[in-house]
């Protein structure tokens, strides 16, 4: 009876920290929204990042491949122009089920600038499995003149670095919930926030008005993809929000691939503990079996 009464406790606990932080996250969202129409600081993001449902949430997530070899498909054709993924070497793209064929084909489609040769000069040959996906441009500098003074930054971590801090009470759940998608909550979430700024509210020019994005209310890169502008062969919704979704699990993929290893790792490490505890007990329980207490 007292364990029924601890669990139905605990299950009130949890009922009531999620009650809060979903109203502590509506009052966030609506404050915010006030405070920058009436002029006065608001706290970035405007908006918290939306919660999405992803394959790979949870103790016992995985990647779908499926929808990763969609998301490299929408960087390839348009997040590439602009972002590099300088950490990320073109073999690790079998992991996505493509053959060794299949990614020494999709390496040769890029131009590696390679050398020096024997004549001291630089010069630029077809990509190979072994080599990571180039930046489309020179350098740093480059990169920002041809985007109004804003680098794009490199996508390679940005699945992971990019994850909005949340404040109590959600705090407390995540532990339970063992949240961490963060990254692709906020990626999603901006991609699909573009919106026409509420009325009071300038955006200097070049800006584009997104409350989801976390240093100010605009930023310089404009909505980067629309409807059917990205080809889907398994017949899969070519919407931005499909798009969306897709290429931020791509970008948690490239940050991190080992993710279902470590998962399966995890779970096995805390089985052996159960199981380890249990045999301690049993030992102390025949220890002291025949002692006096």
């Not at 949890?14 to 009052?27: H, M, R, V, Y």
């Not at 996505?96 to 024997?118: H, R, W």
Request: aromatic share 12%.
């Amino acid at each position: 009876m007292k364990k029924l009464a601890t669990s139905l406790l605990s299950l009130a606990l949890l009922a009531g920290l999620g009650i809060a932080q979903a109203n502590a996250q509506e009052n966030h969202d609506a404050a915010g929204a006030e405070a920058h129409a009436e002029g006065a600081t608001p706290h970035y993001p405007i908006h918290h990042p939306k919660n999405v449902k992803w394959s790979f949430a949870g103790p016992f997530g995985h990647y779908d491949k499926q929808q990763l070899q969609r998301g490299l498909k929408v960087y390839t054709e348009v997040c590439s122009a602009c972002h590099s993924m300088e950490l990320v070497p073109f073999r690790t793209l079998g992991e996505l089920g493509y053959s060794e064929a299949q990614v020494k084909a999709f390496a040769a489609n890029y131009q590696i600038q390679d050398g020096p040769n024997d004549d001291g000069e630089m010069f630029e040959r077809a990509g190979v499995p072994s080599d990571h996906f180039p930046s489309p441009f020179p350098n740093h500098q480059a990169a920002a003149a041809a985007n109004n003074g804003a680098a794009p930054p490199d996508f390679s971590l940005l699945g992971k670095a990019r994850g909005i801090t949340r404040g109590f009470p959600q705090f407390v759940v995540d532990i339970f919930t063992q949240y961490q998608e963060g990254g692709p909550d906020y990626i999603y979430s901006l991609i699909t926030g573009y919106q026409e700024p509420p009325e009071g509210v300038e955006v200097a020019e070049g800006g584009h008005y997104n409350p989801y994005f976390a240093n100010a209310a605009s930023l310089a890169m404009a909505p980067p993809i629309a409807d059917d502008q990205v080809t889907y062969d398994d017949g899969s919704p070519q919407t931005v929000d499909q798009y969306a979704k897709d290429i931020a699990a791509f970008l948690m993929w490239a940050a991190e691939p080992h993710l279902e290893e470590r998962k399966r790792t995890g779970f096995m490490v805390m089985v052996f503990l159960v199981i380890f505890s249990g045999l301690i007990y049993l030992t102390k329980k025949s220890v002291y079996a025949n002692k006096e207490h």
